[in-house]
């Protein structure tokens, strides 16, 4: 993932429910502030259990039975949430 001001991609604003699981056996329902093709950044005002290349894995409740998707936290806004990048083949 590039910087906040170079992106790859244009982020689209889009509020939606997304469960995250991280380790150790760390499961939230977080709010998603935007999203792209690449990854998407979710708010949490708890940030303090989640650290910079850790791998989690998203699931959005929009749609039922939506997959699950291995991802990487790339980047940390402290008391704001975190940005994730879709870890794809």
């Known amino acids: 993932m ?14 939606a429910k997304v469960r995250i ?12 502030r935007d999203f ?13 259990h989640f650290h910079l290349g850790d791998d989690v894995q ?3 409740l929009e749609i039922d039975d939506a997959p699950i998707v291995p991802s990487k936290i790339r980047r940390i806004e402290q008391h704001v ?8 083949d």
């Open 36 to 48: 792209s093709g690449s990854g998407l950044f979710l708010l949490c005002a708890d940030t303090n």
């Open 58 to 60: 998203v699931q959005t």
């Open 21 to 32: 699981f991280a380790s150790p056996n760390i499961e939230k329902i977080l709010d998603m």
């Open 81 to 88: 949430g975190f940005a994730i990048e879709f870890i794809l």
């Open 2 to 15: 590039t910087t906040i001001n170079n992106r790859r991609e244009q982020r689209l604003k889009h509020l």
